[in-house]
């Protein structure tokens, strides 16, 4: 599962996921990439489920680019614990994923299998998502 190897800091604070993907909005290696439409927190099992997903579809062929990468701690308190005591354990990692910002590329494949396969990939995540091709203009989704 991906994770950091280190950090400076065990537990960070919620943030803020306002306005839209300023980095990473861009195509840059692929044909065809899945685009967040909405934000949120995805977490490094969705990441791990979609790329299985998208490289069963490819049957051994293509390339994938995963774009995004889970650096920020989740915390989780106990159930049926008192209020006090701080901050929860870290339970797993996230990665912030704001509107336009492009989750995974693939290349190599012909229309019809990339379509499926980033269609079936977009059920693992928990936020909305499109799929836009290289050569389509800005603001259409496939």
């Given at each position: 599962?991906l994770?950091?190897?280190?950090?400076?800091?065990?537990?960070?604070?919620?943030?803020?996921?306002t306005?839209?993907?300023?980095?990473?909005?861009?195509?840059?290696?692929?044909?065809?990439?899945l685009?967040?439409?909405?934000?949120?927190?995805?977490?490094?099992?969705?990441?791990?489920?979609?790329?299985?997903?998208?490289?069963?579809?490819?049957?051994?062929h293509?390339?994938?680019?995963?774009?995004?990468?889970?650096?920020?701690?989740?915390?989780?308190r106990?159930?049926?614990?008192?209020?006090?005591?701080?901050?929860?354990?870290?339970?797993?990692?996230?990665?912030?994923?704001?509107?336009?910002?492009?989750?995974?590329?693939?290349?190599?494949?012909?229309?019809?299998e990339?379509?499926?396969?980033?269609?079936?990939?977009?059920?693992k995540?928990?936020?909305?998502?499109?799929?836009?091709?290289?050569?389509?203009?800005?603001?259409?989704?496939l």
């Amino acid at each position: 599962m991906l994770m950091p190897k280190r950090v400076k800091w065990r537990k960070t604070m919620r943030g803020r996921m306002t306005g839209v993907s300023l980095r990473g909005a861009e195509m840059t290696s692929g044909e065809y990439a899945l685009q967040a439409v909405e934000p949120g927190w995805v977490t490094a099992r969705q990441i791990e489920a979609s790329r299985r997903t998208i490289v069963r579809a490819m049957k051994r062929h293509g390339k994938v680019w995963i774009r995004i990468f889970p650096d920020k701690p989740y915390t989780h308190r106990p159930p049926e614990t008192r209020m006090g005591k701080g901050k929860g354990s870290v339970e797993y990692y996230v990665a912030v994923v704001r509107p336009g910002r492009i989750m995974f590329e693939i290349s190599g494949l012909d229309h019809d299998e990339a379509l499926e396969a980033l269609k079936q990939a977009a059920y693992k995540f928990s936020i909305k998502t499109r799929i836009i091709a290289r050569n389509q203009p800005a603001g259409e989704s496939l």
